[in-house]
């Protein structure tokens, strides 16, 4: 096994630069739009403003931002970690490309060649998923001038639909959370709209909520067990 | 010069495409280092692209499943922004998600008239900031990584982080889907209701009534999309 770590540890440096100088370039890209619609167009938001929408993405994606990365260390590995979290999809299709590689090549996941195949299987799944994501948006773009009105009228219930097909899809996990979830959003909302508060404070409030509603769930089971 | 000429302009193509070349780069330099590393371990040519194989037709079926969200984004913030944000962190939804949270902020509503220049600029701003969020952890902590996750599952339960993680999302999403139905039914209008219902209900029936169908389970959340906006449609015309 002693043959097999210095290699392991020589890939895993090599997986470690491509790793930081990839991240590094996709972060100063992620901002390429916005510093362009300032450049071409004059539009940015005061740097208050700038804040307070980073205060707001951060107050509902800020636990996710640190824990999920590390959550998802374990199975993702090295080189599944800068991929995944680049690419985004994580659970829906970097890890199932990833173990299917390892399943098929006949290797055990936390082997070096382990290791090896979640590479080659998540690296691969990039390029399949942006081929088919850039297919979409090009026919997209030819076919959406073309629908039907009907279909046009429609897009007015897009956000409803899909934020209640999530809701489901997440609190069927969680009944208690689940109902606990929208029972206590659907108050807030409604004493919120009654005071006019802002929207922001709003955000703040409810997704604060969300986690309470878990804590008491928590705390209760945990007595439970005790009891 | 018209939102929709402006959010497709050739420059906001250019613009973006810097990320998805970022993406495609990283995924050819982690394939070629992988193929590399497994020819030089001896491994057997038809086992590794065997492997290769298999995770390229995995990687198929759910990388269709996000076409409507893909769709109905185009619509709302136009097609370089949603092939960039698609390409790159976070799934569909958090980007929807993240833009009605910053469209609230200027007091817009995606998919509206309401949504002007500045709503969706902020919208930018906020996917921008949103994803540097993920890329900053993953390039500080990956290569010390291991160490990390001993100490946090040493100092806290591990299920209390997973439902903290998942208190958040919940209360997000609890949010976005009151905020879409009770103003609008305080004013004794149902249709959105009615959309929420039906979506939420047809999820509930694929993934329960449905379950052993994996390939529509994939396609759960696009298909309940639908049937919530085409039948709203239709009943309320």
Known sequence: ?227 | MELQDIINSPGLWVASSIMVIAVLAQGVIFLRAGLKEAKKIGMERERYMGGLRSAVITAIGPSLSPVIVLLALIAVIGAPTTWMRLNDVGAARTELAVISICSTMVGAEPGTASFGLKAFNYSLWGMALNNVGWLIVVLFTTHNMNKIVEKLYVKYDPKWIRLLMGGTIIGLVAFLLCGQITAPMLKGQYPKLVAALISGGSMLFITRALSKHQRLQELALGISMVAGMLLTQAIFG
């Open chain 1, 1 to 227: 096994m002693g043959i097999d770590f210095t290699a392991g540890a020589d890939f895993n440096k090599k997986l470690f630069q491509m790793g930081i100088w990839t991240i590094g370039f996709a972060v100063v890209a992620n901002f390429i739009p916005v510093i362009y619609m300032w450049l071409a167009y004059g539009v940015i938001p005061p740097l208050s403003e700038i804040f307070r929408i980073w205060g707001m993405v951060g107050a509902v994606y800020g636990v996710s931002w640190i824990i999920q990365p590390i959550a998802f260390f374990g199975v993702l590995g090295m080189s599944g970690s800068y991929i995944g979290w680049l690419a985004g999809s994580v659970a829906d299709i970097r890890l199932p490309a990833a173990s299917m590689a390892q399943k098929v090549a006949k290797v055990e996941s936390g082997t070096h060649e382990g290791d090896v195949m979640a590479t080659i299987g998540a690296a691969s799944s990039v390029l399949v998923s942006a081929f088919f994501v850039s297919l979409f948006t090009v026919i997209g773009v030819q076919v959406i001038p073309y629908f039907p009105k009907f279909i046009v009228s429609s897009f007015a219930y897009i956000l409803p639909s899909l934020f209640a097909a999530m809701y489901l899809e997440i609190a069927r996990r969680d009944i208690r959370a689940g109902l606990g979830g929208i029972v206590v959003g659907l108050l807030l909302t409604i004493i919120g709209l009654k005071l006019k508060a802002p929207g922001w404070m709003m955000t703040v409030i409810i997704v604060a909520s969300g986690v309470v509603v878990n804590r008491v769930l928590y705390v209760h089971d945990k007595k439970k067990v005790k009891a």
